[in-house]
């Protein structure tokens, strides 16, 4: 079956460090990959996505290369701020699972930034 | 557009009772997903509803269980509730389709569900 693997954390970090966040994956298809963030109290909001091998998908600073060679999907951003902590979730939906869109995520990376 | 709504926010319940949660899609999208967040489990898929069928399903026993209405929104029931039940129930709704896959998804606040 599919499954999402990454780090759990806690991971600390201070302000404008470089972030990676690992996230490998393992599917039976043709998987579209996605990050998701929560902050807390709050429900997720998609962060970015790639539907494709070599599709890099990007938002706020935020970045990750759908790498099939690796069935990685790492998620990396240059400078760090405060406002980045939350929870990071790394998810698959598998096209070859007959077109549903549910989603697998991994276990999710709790991100602490300090000032 | 409105974002997905969950009804209620928050429910106490106790064991061997009985719950239903309702979810209200963003306008036009077809596809509603309903997860389970727990901290030991993380987030598990519980079922997808397109077209008021149910078309794909998690493993959860059968005490879980949903259904879409024709204006998309959906209600997701669990009876014979256990301590373990207890978790944030969360909601998604996409456009659905043929496409599949790549569609993203939009969640809603949840509903954090106590079992006492």
């Known amino acids: 079956g599919n499954s999402v693997t990454q780090m759990e954390g806690p991971v600390t970090l201070s302000e404008e460090a470089f972030l990676t966040i690992n996230c490998t994956y393992t599917a039976t298809g043709y998987p579209s990959l996605f990050w998701y963030v929560q902050y807390p109290g709050e429900g997720l909001q998609l962060l970015l996505k790639a539907t494709k091998a070599d599709d890099k998908g990007s938002n706020k600073g935020f970045e990750a290369t759908y790498r099939k060679e690796t069935t990685s999907f790492h998620l990396e951003k240059g400078s760090v701020q405060v406002s980045d902590s939350a929870v990071y979730f790394c998810a698959l939906s598998d096209r070859g699972g007959g077109g549903a869109d549910g989603l697998t995520f991994g276990k999710g990376t709790h991100l602490i930034i300090q000032p | 557009k409105a974002g997905v709504t969950q009804t209620p926010r928050y429910l106490i319940k106790t064991r061997g009772q009985q719950v239903t949660l309702s979810c209200s899609p963003i306008?036009?999208?077809?596809?509603v997903s309903w997860y389970q967040q727990t901290p030991g489990q993380g987030l598990q898929f519980l079922f997808e509803?397109?077209?008021?069928?149910?078309?794909n399903k998690g493993n959860f026993p059968g005490r879980f269980s949903g259904r879409q209405f024709s204006n998309s929104r959906s209600e997701m029931n669990v009876s014979t509730l256990e301590l373990g039940d207890s978790a944030l129930y969360l909601c998604?709704?996409?456009?659905?389709?043929?496409?599949?896959?790549?569609?993203?998804?939009?969640f809603g606040p949840g509903t954090r569900l106590t079992v006492l």
């Open positions: 306008s036009g999208h077809r596809s």
């Open positions: 509803y397109f077209s008021e069928t149910q078309r």
């Open positions: 998604a709704s996409s456009p659905g389709g043929g496409s599949g896959g790549g569609n993203e998804q939009f």
